[in-house]
């Protein structure tokens, strides 16, 4: 996932909760916005639902809408939410709004480091790093499925230590280990 879709999430909640498709319509009428913009804007919230993400889940390449960002903004802050909770849209569409429209390199795709953005590890992560862990992983019998990876340098030794949260309804703790590297697992 990205980084900025669980605020894409809420904000695209928030509008479409707030009152009838037929009214949000008229509201970007209201407000300029054509027939085929709405069409775009609609298409875009349908494929963020659709894929739980600005990314497809198949590809992990990102869209943005056909719309442009001034039209797009301007369905959303003259929503019936915005009226009723303006600072909460305001601040969401602040968040998430250069993000959802970004084609830099580095945000076309998911992926690791350079090749892309990523939720699953930290920024400062690359495939080596990914590598450690999954081997560590397999061996420890852990599906990385659910796992999110984090890395950090100890300040005194630049030594990488590495975090891996797993998302679990266990709540018995936390469990730690210490490899050694350059070591066979």
């Known amino acids: ?17 707030g009152q ?16 085929e913009e709405f069409q775009a804007f609609l298409i875009y919230a349908a494929g963020f639902y659709a894929n739980m993400g600005n ?33 909460i849209i305001q601040g969401l569409w602040n968040r998430v709004s250069d993000r959802i429209f970004s084609l830099e390199d580095k945000q076309k795709e998911l ?3 350079d090749k892309g953005t990523t939720t699953y590890f930290s920024g400062n992560c690359d495939k080596k790093d990914a590598d450690i862990t999954q081997e560590f992983l397999n061996k420890m019998d852990i599906s990385a499925y659910n796992t999110r990876l ?22 018995q703790g936390i469990k730690l280990f210490e ?7």
């Open 150 to 171: 984090f890395k950090t340098e100890d300040p005194s030794t630049k030594i990488p230590r590495y975090e891996v949260r797993l998302a679990s309804s266990d709540t």
């Open 179 to 185: 490899l050694k590297l350059n070591t066979k697992l």
């Open 20 to 35: 009838s498709l037929e009214d949000l319509k008229k509201v970007a009428s209201d407000n300029g916005i054509n027939e």
């Open 111 to 113: 992926g690791l480091g």
């Open 1 to 17: 996932t990205s980084p900025e879709s669980p605020g894409i999430f809420v904000l695209l909640q928030k509008v479409f909760r």
């Open 55 to 87: 990314y497809k889940s198949f590809g992990d390449s990102k869209f943005v809408p056909r719309i442009s960002k001034e039209k797009f903004e301007k369905i959303i802050l003259n929503s019936e939410a915005a009226k009723k909770d303006g600072k």
